[in-house]
């Protein structure tokens, strides 16, 4: 059926949206309102004067700029869901969340829904053929975003902080258990195959693998479980668990919290590896580097995606201290973006 004929008002914000720089056409309008991303054709005017409110039309204006690439919107949508927190617009927060999670899976042949539950041995060898299905055809980068920073730094002679992560989260050693921890979460491989794949990929530090292992000794005495706090402890189902139970003022507020960082971030970085040494050293040497940013759950130049960002909210709303931490990084970055460059 063809589109009707653009309305005067759709046509009005047409020119609004122009006049700010940017280039919209009324299908896009359309397709921003069914997505919720844009308020309904109704609310676009005032009631008194009926001209266009201007916060409607730079969310239009907004929308046109991360468009103008031709990109999906991605996470950024996300943002406009919470910001507005209706019932209707957090269901589709919700939704969108817990999918990016299941993506990769169903890009792999993997059915989240036919993950086998229990202890048996023909679960355990069902989810650990899935887990394998996972990494068919897949290649392990030489280097993840921290190391090909202290690479670029150990070429430019200057000097990073030291991590306080393994090496190479992407390591081939890491890889293995760590689809199997998506699977079947933490039950399935235990803390010493976990702590012997880190020895793995992490050969020139023998001191941070022993701290682990004096930390989950010490953990074991006092009778906690140093892993139930892990994002991955339940594995996939624990994740989407934690997305479809979270109360929606707060999950609305990790999104925020999390997608502004990342902008955040994303702005610092790029001008910072090449001009600003000692401010990329003030990042670094932060604990939410390692918490955050090493261990990728911040999209940074393209990397991660949703994927990052659902991790990132997960640990917004369930890991003690992790929000509170994001906050004060945030707080950090204000700081440095507010810094003039140097001459």
């Known amino acids: 059926m063809a589109r009707t004929k653009p309305s005067a008002l759709e046509l009005a914000m047409v020119t609004a949206v122009k006049e700010r720089g940017f280039t919209v056409s009324p299908t896009q309008l359309e397709r921003w309102r069914t997505q919720l991303w844009l308020a309904r054709t109704a609310d676009w005017t005032d009631l008194e004067t009926g001209e266009l409110r201007p916060e409607v039309v730079h969310r239009a204006a907004t929308l046109a700029g991360i468009s103008k690439t031709g990109r999906k919107i991605s996470w950024y949508g996300w943002v406009f869901w919470a910001i507005d927190a209706t019932p209707e617009s957090t269901a589709r927060l919700r939704a969108a969340v817990a999918d ?44 993840d975003f921290d190391g090909a920073l202290r690479a670029g730094a150990f070429g430019a002679k200057f000097e990073l902080p030291p991590s306080r992560s393994v090496s190479n989260i992407f390591h081939r050693a890491l890889m293995g258990p760590g689809a199997r921890m998506l699977i079947g979460g933490i039950a399935d491989i235990g803390f010493e195959e976990m702590a012997e794949a880190w020895a793995a990929a992490t050969p020139g530090n023998p001191e941070m693998i022993e701290n682990i292992r004096a930390v989950q000794r010490d953990a074991a005495l006092a009778g906690d479980d140093s892993f139930a706090q892990f994002p991955l402890a339940h594995g996939l189902p624990g ?8 109360d929606g003022q707060r999950l609305c507020a990790a999104v925020l919290a999390c997608t502004k960082a990342t902008t955040a971030l994303t702005i610092l970085v790029p001008h910072v590896v090449a001009n600003e040494p000692e401010i990329l050293r003030t990042l670094m040497a932060d604990e939410m580097w390692d918490l955050w940013v090493r261990v990728g759950f911040a999209p940074v130049l393209g990397t991660g995606g949703e994927a990052a960002t659902a991790m990132s909210v997960v640990q917004h709303l369930h890991f003690p201290g992790w929000a509170e931490g994001l906050e004060r990084y945030q707080a950090l970055m204000d700081t440095l973006l507010a810094q003039p460059p140097s001459v």
């Open 100 to 143: 990016a999670f299941t993506r990769p899976f169903r890009g792999a042949g993997v059915d989240f829904s036919q993950i086998p539950k229990g202890d048996s041995d023909e679960a355990f060898d069902a989810r650990r053929e899935m887990a394998a299905r996972m990494l068919m055809d897949r290649s392990c980068p030489r280097r």
């Open 239 to 246: 994740l989407i668990r934690a997305i479809q139970e979270a």
